[in-house]
């Protein structure tokens, strides 16, 4: 049965993958890395931590706090700086009024801002079509900015990049 669900994976990334731009279909493909754990059962913790790639400026401090609250959360993080975010948020679908300062790709899904681990966990657990979660601007109460405790949103956003609420903190 395992062995079924993971080629059943495999296959779904293959065909969201054959829908997207070539270096779209690249980002989608490298987020479910080897090590990843799609097919663990829901409920039960995973012994090995979930790969993600970050980008982000070299210079940003609050964006390297998100990754250090990252890997204290169970993920693996590949880190890769850029002076200049734009072509890469575009490149994934994020709208300018949904950006913030770093974009993520995990398990075939963006993550933009300072999103809580355990939205992310969520967003890779139920397995929903959508493009991915933003935290958009920078939330002072989230995880990594940690400057405020004014309550905020994070949303999931689709391809055409509508948004709906996907959870409040």
């Not at 079924?4 to 779209?24: D, E, H, M, V």
């Not at 931590?49 to 990754?67: A, D, L, N, R």
Request: proline share 8%.
């Amino acid at each position: 049965m395992r062995v079924t669900r993971l080629l059943l994976l495999a296959a779904g990334i293959g065909i969201l993958a054959a829908f997207q731009p070539p270096s779209r279909r690249a980002a989608l493909k490298d987020s479910l890395a080897p090590g990843s754990r799609p097919d663990a059962p829901m409920g039960r913790s995973v012994a090995e931590p979930t790969p993600i790639t970050v980008y982000h400026s070299p210079s940003c401090g609050c964006c390297k706090e998100w990754i250090s609250y990252l890997q204290a959360n169970g993920f693996t993080v590949k880190s890769i700086e850029q002076e200049d975010l734009s072509d890469i948020k575009a490149e994934m679908g994020v709208s300018a009024r949904l950006r913030s300062c770093h974009t993520a790709l995990v398990g075939g899904y963006v993550i933009e801002g300072h999103v809580p681990a355990a939205d992310i966990r969520r967003l890779l657990r139920e397995k929903p079509k959508l493009t991915g979660l933003t935290a958009p601007g920078m939330p002072g109460a989230a995880p990594g900015m940690d400057t405020g405790k004014d309550p905020y949103e994070v949303l999931a956003f689709d391809a055409q990049g509508h948004s709906t609420v996907w959870a409040k903190h």
